[in-house]
Structures are given as structure tokens and as C-alpha cells.
């Protein structure tokens, strides 16, 4: 790892959580700095078929954090030649199967679940397994939202995807009850929610999940000496999936938002990373 990549891993880190609405600062002080690099390495280093566990559930319907960033990462990933595959429950599976390839999983199935993820492990022999911005089980082996509402008979179980998998792992969170946080559960602990216990190889904290997606795409680009974060466009990643029914998860409306901030937020992030990623050796 040498010192320009990890100078420039840090800088896009401190920017992923610049804001610190739910308390993400106090998460990103518990990891070993570098995180987001030592995630993109595990990228880099295992092509082939890469899992993307993602949506969280608002009312009855998909909030548009996690989705937004499971689409960029799985479009970056294809144009690198990957095979990767969306993994996520109802209504998002029906929502992104007509041009995404996925995997469904099934609401409120938990005793069934770590049985059949065994089945799709061994079937799709993933090389790399990434949750962004899903519902992480807690100690009492239930799902709670950011409200402290247990929501589990609206989940779909993930979490067995990188507990029972023989490849590496990356998770990305950004408020403490999702999975991967059994990470740093003890720093979780002092937030105001019920913490997600499973963990991971590798945990990746940002403000917005989908914005952690374009960190790890940063360093993935900067391995491969290429721009992959050219091209993304947020506004119409959000628009496709508004047409699908998504809401926003903190104002749970059908708007162009991600927790409550304007995409234009994402796009301002996006150049910021691009700013110093250029100037990076």
C-alpha cells in the first residue's frame, strides 16, 4: 500500500463523512484508516462473479439509498469485465430484474435463510460478496429501521451472504443498523439505534451509503489507472428507480433525494472526489 494511494484513500474517506448527520465521524475514528483502499485491493484482486446485496425497506416499498450505489458499483464492475449481481428482496428485485441481473430473496423468511444463501453460495460461487445499505441483524436477531422500529417481517435476510462466505467481504453503512457494523460495535453502541451485530472484511462509513460506493470506485479507478467514476449520474440512476417506486428513507416521499438531500448533493461529492483524485500521484 504505498503512501500516495493511502494519502489519497484518507482524504476521500474524511470526505465521505464531512458532514457526520448520523454520527459517522465517530464510526470512521474506530476503523484502521485506509479502509476504503483496502477495499477497493479486495476489488481488484477477485474478478469474477461479485454479489451486491442491497435495499432497505420504508413503508412497503425501497428507500433510494443503497440502490443508487449498488447500480454504480455494477455497472463499474461489468465495464471491467466482472461479473456482478444485484441481490435484494421485494419490490427492488421486481423493480431491477428486467436490466440488471439479480438474485431474489425472500421478506420475512429467516429461519429458511441461511439454508438457501448456502444454496446460491455454492451455485454462484461469488469471488466477492458487498452489502451497501442493508438491513444488518441485531443481537436479538431482529431488523430495526433508524427509528428503532422493528421492520424484520418486511426483510429479507443478507446477512448469512457474507457470514457463511468463503471470499472476501466489503460493507457500507451510514448509520449503524445496517450490515458490516458488528465491525465496530462498540463505537455503534453510542449511537442513538439499535446497532446490526454481523460484520465483515472490510467496513466502509460514509454520510450517504451510495456515496461510499464512489470512494471504493475512486481507489478501484486509481488500481486500474482509469476514471471510473466519469459517467456516473446520480439524477438519473434516482430517476430510473422513482419510476419504480422508491422513496426516500428519512422523508419516505417519492422525490429525487437520498436521506432527505438533493441528488445535486451526490454530484457535488463526486466532483470533490474527482478533484483529488486527480491530483493524486
Given amino acids: 500500500m504505498s503512501d500516495a494511494l493511502l494519502h489519497l484513500s484518507r482524504q476521500i474517506e474524511d470526505l465521505l463523512v464531512a458532514r ?26 477477485n474478478p469474477g462473479t461479485v454479489l451486491i446485496g442491497t435495499g432497505f425497506p420504508v413503508t412497503d416499498t425501497f428507500e433510494t439509498d443503497g440502490p443508487v450505489g449498488a447500480v454504480a458499483l455494477y455497472n ?9 449481481v444485484l441481490v435484494c428482496g421485494e419490490p427492488l428485485f421486481s423493480a431491477l430484474s428486467s436490466d440488471y441481473q439479480c438474485i431474489r430473496i425472500r421478506d420475512n423468511e429467516l429461519p429458511e435463510a441461511r439454508r438457501e444463501t448456502r444454496q446460491l453460495l455454492e451455485q454462484y460461487a461469488p469471488s466477492l460478496v458487498i452489502s451497501i445499505e442493508r438491513p444488518g441483524l441485531s443481537a436479538d436477531g431482529r431488523y ?28 457500507i453503512g451510514d448509520g449503524g443498523n445496517e450490515i458490516g457494523m ?25 454520510d450517504v451509503s451510495n456515496w461510499a460506493a464512489y470512494g471504493i470506485l475512486a481507489l478501484l479507478g486509481k ?39 438533493c441528488f445535486s448533493a451526490g454530484v457535488e461529492l463526486i466532483e470533490q472526489i474527482r478533484d483529488v483524485w486527480r491530483s493524486a500521484p
Fill in 20 to 45: 457526520n448527520i448520523r454520527g459517522m465521524q465517530s464510526l470512521q475514528a474506530a476503523l484502521l484508516p485506509g479502509y476504503l483502499l483496502r477495499a477497493a485491493t479486495l476489488l481488484n484482486e
Fill in 76 to 84: 463499474a464492475l461489468l465495464t471491467l469485465g466482472y461479473s456482478p
Fill in 144 to 171: 430495526y429501521n433508524m427509528r428503532s422500529e422493528d421492520i424484520s417481517d418486511r426483510c429479507a435476510c443478507y446477512d448469512y451472504f457474507l457470514i457463511d462466505s468463503q471470499c472476501p467481504t466489503i460493507a
Fill in 182 to 206: 458488528g465491525k465496530v460495535l462498540d463505537a455503534v453502541k453510542s449511537l442513538n439505534i439499535v446497532p446490526a451485530v454481523t460484520s465483515c472484511d472490510e467496513l466502509v462509513v460514509a
Fill in 223 to 261: 488500481l486500474r489507472g482509469m476514471d471510473l467514476l466519469e459517467g456516473i449520474q446520480p439524477e438519473q440512476i434516482l430517476s430510473y428507480l422513482s419510476k419504480r417506486g422508491s422513496v426516500d428513507g428519512v422523508t419516505r416521499e417519492n422525490t429525487l433525494t437520498e436521506d432527505s438531500l
